[in-house]
């Protein structure tokens, strides 16, 4: 089993700046596409937000783009979701997990809580 762990997460206003980080041991060893999701009340759907794929390229869905941005650290197992102009609809917990590659893939971290308010 391999543990993803998300971190970063906060209150922020309107407009304001969160980074968050994925740490996803041995994802690029692994072969691992990187995915972030997010989900706005418990019971609610995951929705797509981002991805990395295995070689490093990242994707966005529309309701993101332009305002978060993507990159990875693959020394420190890393993949980092810079969101920026947040928006309340924003505000939902977020969660990476890792696809494709080999069995070290596969996994989901725990989620970090993002809330935009006044």
């Known amino acids: 089993v391999v543990q993803l762990v998300e971190s970063g997460g906060g209150l922020v206003q309107p407009g304001g700046s969160l980074r968050l980080s994925c740490t996803a041991p041995?994802?690029?060893?692994?072969?691992?596409?990187v995915h972030w999701y997010r989900r706005r009340a418990p019971g609610k759907e995951n929705e797509w937000v981002s991805?990395?794929?295995?070689?490093?390229?990242?994707r966005y869905a529309d309701s993101v783009k332009g305002r978060f941005t993507l990159s990875r650290d693959t020394r420190e197992d890393t993949v980092y979701l810079q969101m920026n102009d947040l928006e309340p609809g924003d505000t939902a917990m977020y969660s990476c997990v890792t696809t494709d590659g080999n069995s070290g893939c596969g996994y989901w971290g725990q989620g970090t809580q993002v809330t935009v308010s006044t």
């Open positions: 041995g994802f690029s060893a692994n072969g691992c596409a």
């Open positions: 991805a990395m794929s295995t070689r490093g390229i990242p």
